[in-house]
């Protein structure tokens, strides 16, 4: 009988897995990301049961889920939430656009000039290693505002992916588009937009994307600097008058809101993704 009730339940752990294939690709990764979610959750709820018995952790039970969302609840129903938000959200942006704008244009150099790849690979490796973090006292002395400060470490953060990212989509171009279009006579600028731009699409938002999870961690810690606004702020503020289930709901937005910036990324790179023939 046990012989036949395990071929009986494999037979429909089969049928079932079938079954779930068949079902949409939409549907298939719902259940995935819920299933993944639910995990975490009870893990969370888990440490924060253990962290409420121990008494030696007790007053930390507000990072527990129900204290947390309880928090979150009350910050959004509030409205003081949105205020933080747009604080490190402007600092973000500001800071990405600044990256970009730097970041592609030299990724295109030393991707297109075998020269400027070869006196920049060494220095650019040897800064890229360092903390953008390490860069604050430098930043305070040379910003007259912390805005601007934070801004200058969140685009040191930023930039080397999109550099990277930007120079690693040129040299995978064909070399014979280049020779195509100088026989129909591109010039310089015609080569940039009309080959160059549209091979490293692909590239240039990977590189974006992987600068926003870079920028998106160093924002919390930059936003420990002289200002009074922000998530990171928000934290800092939080744990320093003990109110854990409020610091706990401030990681929740930032966990939402990095997630959100980076499906907006993977979103793109789909958008611009194609084979070469």
């Known amino acids: 009988m046990s012989g036949i009730s395990s071929t009986w339940l494999v037979s429909m752990s089969h049928q079932t897995s079938l079954k779930f294939k068949q079902l949409p690709n939409w ?17 969370w709820w888990l440490g924060g049961w253990w962290i ?39 600092r973000i942006l500001v800071g990405l ?51 601007n400060a934070i801004i200058f470490l969140i685009t040191i953060a930023a930039v080397w992916p999109i550099i990277f990212g930007t120079a690693h989509g040129v040299q995978r171009i064909d070399p014979l588009w280049f020779k195509v279009a100088t026989n129909l006579g591109a010039d310089g600028s015609q080569m940039l937009m009309r080959v160059i731009m549209p091979a ?51 990681v929740i937005v930032i966990g939402i809101i990095g997630y959100m910036l980076d499906s907006i990324g993977a979103r793109l790179i789909k958008m611009y993704s194609w084979k070469m023939e």
């Open 27 to 43: 549907v298939q990764s719902t259940v995935f990301a819920t299933v993944g979610m639910l995990i975490l959750l009870a893990v």
């Open 52 to 90: 409420e018995r121990n008494p030696d952790t007790s007053a930390f039970a507000g990072f527990a889920p129900a204290s947390a969302f309880a928090a979150l609840y009350d910050l959004v129903a509030s409205g003081s939430i949105w205020q933080t938000i747009w604080s490190s959200l402007y």
């Open 97 to 147: 656009f600044w990256a970009i704008v730097i970041g592609v244009p030299v990724g295109v150099m030393i991707g297109y000039y075998t020269m400027a790849r070869q006196i920049a690979n060494m220095p650019f490796q040897f800064l890229r290693m360092i903390s953008p973090l390490a860069w604050m006292p430098v930043a305070v002395l040379v910003f007259a505002s912390w805005d």
């Open 200 to 250: 490293i699409a692909q590239d240039v938002f990977a590189g974006i994307r992987l600068a926003v999870g870079v920028a998106w961690v160093v924002l919390v810690p930059a936003e420990y600097l002289g200002v009074t606004s922000g998530l990171g702020y928000a934290i800092n503020d939080a744990r320093d008058t003990l109110d854990y289930d409020k610091l706990a709901a401030i």
